[in-house]
C-alpha cells in the first residue's frame, strides 16, 4: 500500500510538471486518477482521536489536480472536475464566497488562452497546407475551450472569434457550406458582444457574407458586407486600411458584378490600388488584395475593351499566385483564376501560348483542388472548355475527348433546367472538322476604343452564371454586361494568326 507521503510527493510532481511544461498526458492517465482518488480518501477521513480531522495539503492538492483536469479541453469529463475541486476548496474555506483561490481561476483563463493560442497556430497550418485533419482537430480544441468558458467570461468574444475562424479555414479547404453558416452564427455573435479586436471580427464576418452570397446569391449578404467594411473602414482609418479595404473591395466587386453598378466597380479598383500600395511585400492580405483589384479590372476590360486592363490584371493575378501561401486551397484557387485571365487574354489576342499555359495551370489546379470541395465541378468543367478550344485551333482529338467528361458537372442551370449544353456543342461538333464546325463572322471595333469587341448573344442565347463557393474564384458572378459571351481565336489556317479583325470567334 502506497503511503499517504509518498502519494502526496507524486500528486504535487505531476501537478507542478503541468505547469511547468504544459504537457497533459501524466495528468490525464488513470493513474494519476487512481492516485487521486486514494490521497482524497486519505485526506479527508484522517482520524485524530474520536475527531475526524482534514488534512489540508492533502485535499489541497488533490483538489488542484482536479481542477488542472478540468482545465484540459480534451478531458471529457472537464466540468465533473471543476466541480469535485470546488467541492473540496469549500471543505478548506466553508464560509468564503468564492472558496476557489483567485490564482486557481486565473490558472484556468490563462491555461484557455493558451489552449486557443495553440488552436491558432494549428489553423494557419491547416490553411498553408490544405490539412482539414489539422482544421478538425483545432476545432475540437477550441470548442473544448468555448464550452468550458463561464458564462459572462470576458474572453468569450474573442473564443467564438477564433470558433468562426476555425470553421472559415475549413470552408476554405472543403468547400462545405455548413461550416461557412456556422461560421457566420458564431462571427455575429462574437461581434455582437463587441470588446477588445472588435474590428477584427467586423472583417471576419464582412467576408463570411461575400462566401454566402457566391454560394446562395442573396444580394442582401453584400449590402450588409460592404456596410460592416465600411464601419470597420471609419472606426479604424489608415490602421484598419488593409483588412477592412480588401474585405471591401470583394464586396464592391460581387456587388458590381450582380448590380453591374459602375459606381461600385471604379470604388473597388480605386481602394484596391490604395491598400495594395500599403501592403508590405510580405503581407498576409497583399495576394487577396491583389486577386480582388485583377478581378476589377478584368471586369472593367470587358466593359472597355481596353488592353492596359487585361494586362495589369494578367500581372497582377501572378503576383497573386506568388504571393499566396504555397501549397494552400487559396493559392490553387488564384492559380484557377490566372488560367481564366490567361484565356480571356487568348480571346483577345489569339495567342495559342497562352491558351496552352491556362491549359497547363488548370491540371495543376485539378490535382490539387479536393474533389469534394465545392469548387471542384466549375474547375473541372472551366478546364473543359479551353480544351475544347484548343481542339477547335488544332484538331487534336484528345483535346475534345478531355473536354467532354470534364464539362458534364456544369450542364445544368442553376435552377436545374436543361439548357444548350457545352457538352452537346462538343458532340456536335465531333462530326465536323475544326475549321468547319460553325460560320466565323469579323468582330467590330468598339466606337471610341480602338479595341476589338466580340459579337455578343441575343438574351435568350446567354447562359446563365455559375455559382461558385470560394469567395475568389474567376467568373464568380458577372453581370450579363461583364461576361464574355464568345472568346476570340484565330482562324484555322496555316498562316500565322493576327490580333484584331483577322479572328474567328467560339461562342461558348
Not at 482539414?132 to 480544441?141: F, I
Request: aromatic letters at 4%.
Amino acid at each position: 500500500m502506497v503511503s499517504k507521503g509518498l502519494l502526496k510527493v507524486t500528486v504535487r510532481q505531476r501537478i507542478e510538471g503541468f505547469l511547468m511544461s504544459g504537457d497533459s498526458q501524466d495528468l490525464l492517465t488513470q493513474k494519476t486518477a487512481r492516485d487521486a482518488g486514494r490521497l482524497k480518501r486519505s485526506a479527508t477521513g484522517f482520524r485524530q482521536g474520536r475527531v475526524v480531522v482534514l488534512d489540508a495539503e492533502g485535499v489541497h492538492l488533490v483538489a488542484m489536480l482536479y481542477w488542472c483536469r478540468g482545465c484540459m479541453p480534451s478531458n471529457p469529463v472537464a466540468e465533473a472536475e471543476i466541480a469535485a475541486a470546488e467541492k473540496l476548496f469549500r471543505l478548506l474555506s466553508p464560509g468564503a464566497a468564492d472558496p476557489v483561490p483567485r490564482v486557481v481561476r486565473e490558472l484556468r483563463r490563462q491555461l484557455r488562452r493558451e489552449a486557443a493560442e495553440t488552436a491558432l497556430g494549428m489553423l494557419a497550418t491547416a490553411e498553408a497546407q490544405a490539412d482539414a485533419g489539422l482544421a478538425d482537430q483545432a476545432l475540437e480544441v477550441l470548442r473544448g475551450t468555448l464550452e468550458s468558458a463561464p458564462t459572462g467570461d470576458a474572453d468569450i468574444p474573442d473564443l467564438l472569434h477564433r470558433f468562426s475562424l476555425a470553421h472559415r479555414v475549413r470552408f476554405c479547404i472543403l468547400g462545405h457550406a455548413d461550416d461557412n453558416t456556422r461560421a457566420i452564427e458564431l462571427a455575429r455573435a462574437a461581434v455582437q458582444r463587441g470588446g477588445a479586436e472588435h474590428h477584427e471580427r467586423l472583417a471576419n464576418l464582412a467576408g463570411l457574407l461575400q462566401n454566402r452570397y457566391t454560394l446562395l446569391g442573396n444580394p442582401g449578404d453584400l449590402d450588409e458586407s460592404v456596410a460592416l467594411s465600411r464601419e470597420g473602414l471609419d472606426a479604424e482609418g489608415d490602421a484598419g486600411l488593409i483588412l477592412h479595404g480588401a474585405a471591401l473591395c470583394g464586396a464592391l466587386l460581387l456587388r458590381h458584378q450582380n448590380s453591374g453598378a459602375e459606381r461600385d466597380l471604379n470604388e473597388a479598383i480605386e481602394l484596391g490600388r490604395t491598400v495594395l500600395a500599403h501592403c508590405a511585400p510580405d503581407a498576409p492580405k497583399r495576394a487577396e488584395v491583389e486577386s480582388f483589384l485583377a478581378r476589377s479590372l478584368l471586369a472593367r476590360h470587358w466593359r472597355t475593351r481596353c488592353p492596359d486592363d487585361l494586362e495589369e490584371a494578367l500581372s497582377l493575378s501572378r503576383a497573386a499566385v506568388r504571393d499566396a501561401p504555397t501549397g494552400s486551397t487559396f493559392r490553387t484557387l488564384m492559380m484557377g483564376n490566372l488560367a481564366g485571365v490567361l484565356r480571356d487574354r487568348f480571346g483577345v489576342t489569339g495567342v495559342r501560348a497562352d491558351l496552352d499555359e491556362a491549359i497547363g495551370i488548370m491540371g495543376t489546379v485539378l490535382r490539387d483542388v479536393p474533389e469534394e470541395h465545392a469548387d471542384f465541378a466549375v474547375q473541372l468543367g472551366n478546364s473543359g472548355v479551353y480544351h475544347r478550344v484548343r481542339y477547335e485551333q488544332g484538331g487534336d482529338p484528345a483535346d475534345l475527348d478531355t473536354a467532354l467528361p470534364n464539362i458534364e458537372p456544369i450542364t445544368t442551370s442553376k435552377a436545374g433546367a436543361p439548357r444548350r449544353t457545352v457538352e452537346s456543342l462538343l458532340t456536335t461538333n465531333r462530326q465536323r472538322s475544326p475549321a468547319t464546325s460553325r460560320p466565323h463572322r469579323r468582330a467590330a471595333p468598339t466606337p471610341g476604343t480602338g479595341c476589338w469587341s466580340p459579337t455578343r448573344r441575343s438574351p435568350s442565347e446567354a447562359a446563365p452564371p455559375l455559382s461558385l463557393p470560394a469567395a475568389l474564384s474567376h467568373d464568380r458572378g458577372r453581370s450579363p454586361r461583364d461576361r464574355p459571351r464568345t472568346i476570340e481565336v484565330p482562324l484555322h489556317s496555316s498562316r500565322p494568326a493576327k490580333p484584331g479583325p483577322g479572328v474567328e470567334r467560339s461562342e461558348l
